[in-house]
């Protein structure tokens, strides 16, 4: 029994390594975080979707700025699409493809970032609300897996998991949005670090 489980961690530690052997992932992800603090200084904000475990990234990620994470500091901005009556409402009257980007048309607006959580890069809800994002002037940070799907071309920052099964992908999806909000706080909060 052991074996699956010394080859799981090998797996995931394999799919760190070549996450890393890529400088362009590095640079992709300055980029990212610099997207985040200029909308954090901006007096912008942060919106964050995704479905299923992605949906539960996007909470951690938006409840880690507005909260806290390894220091005390100022709450900063940013909320997930994740609100159970808007999710209904709008998957009653217009469908599940449009349960992010109505959220997005309504309270998004240039200066802010969204962050785009999909393992598949082609979940259509997801996808509309980029194209949401992107009408509103906002930068779109995707965190994708399976070759980036649709949304890599989408998006201003395509951060590729080289993965094909999701628990890989998340993985590292959860690992990238604890360095984002890292790479936030040493700008905006130095003192913590």
Not at 137 to 149: N, P
Request: hydrophobic letters at 40%; charged letters at 20%.
């Amino acid at each position: 029994m052991s074996d699956f489980i010394v080859e799981a961690m090998q797996n995931a530690r394999t799919t760190l390594d070549s996450f890393l052997a890529n400088p362009q992932n590095i640079k992709t992800m300055e980029g990212a975080i610099n997207s985040l603090v200029s909308s954090f200084k901006n007096g912008g904000k942060v919106i964050s979707c995704g479905n299923g475990g992605s949906m539960c990234d996007a909470m951690h990620f938006a409840e880690e700025l507005t909260g806290r994470f390894r220091k005390d500091r100022p709450a900063l901005p940013a909320v997930a699409i994740s609100d159970s009556s808007h999710i209904s409402c709008v998957a009653n009257d217009y469908g599940f493809d449009y349960i992010f980007s109505k959220y997005v048309e309504a309270w998004g607006k240039d200066g802010d970032t969204l962050l785009a959580i999909s393992t598949s890069g082609n979940s259509p809800n997801v996808l509309n609300a980029v194209e949401a994002a992107k009408a509103r002037g906002m930068k779109v940070i995707g965190l994708l897996g399976k070759g980036g799907g649709k949304l890599k071309d989408m998006v201003d920052f395509p951060l590729v998991i080289d993965a094909t099964v999701s628990d890989r992908i998340q993985e590292m999806h959860i690992k990238i949005i604890h360095t984002f909000i890292e790479g936030v706080e040493r700008q905006i909060f130095p003192e913590n670090y």
